[in-house]
């Protein structure tokens, strides 16, 4: 859908560039500056298009497991909270008191 719209976007800045000179050369000075923004228009479009074809990544970054399988990679995902970071247990001991503390205030 990228590259159809692309094929479509750019000839018609274009066109619309040349229809712009066409009105620029008649007398229409406005049309001079449309005349450069038009085909602008187009070298960005073409620029955008290059980068997202580029950049696409080869490979989902959420496989599913399914997919994961597939491709001959472990299917189990990693336990992220097997150790807990002691300043994080510390700060949350402190968020508990001083909730503890608020509700009392409450009563």
């Known amino acids: 859908m990228l590259h159809l719209t ?5 000839p018609g800045c274009l066109a619309l560039g040349y229809w ?3 009105r620029a050369l008649s007398g229409n000075t ?3 500056a449309y005349t450069v923004e038009w085909p602008f228009f187009a ?3 073409v620029y955008m298009w290059w980068r997202i074809v580029h950049e696409q990544p080869t490979e989902p970054p959420h496989a599913s497991q399914a997919t994961v399988a597939a491709q001959g990679r472990p299917t189990e995902l990693p336990d992220l909270h097997e150790e807990e970071d002691e300043e994080l247990a510390a700060y ?3 968020l508990a008191q001083l909730n503890a503390a608020d509700e009392q205030k409450l009563r």
């Open 6 to 10: 692309a094929l479509v976007v750019v």
């Open 20 to 22: 712009q000179l066409h």
């Open 30 to 32: 406005l049309s001079w």
């Open 43 to 45: 070298a960005y479009g």
């Open 92 to 94: 949350n001991r402190y």
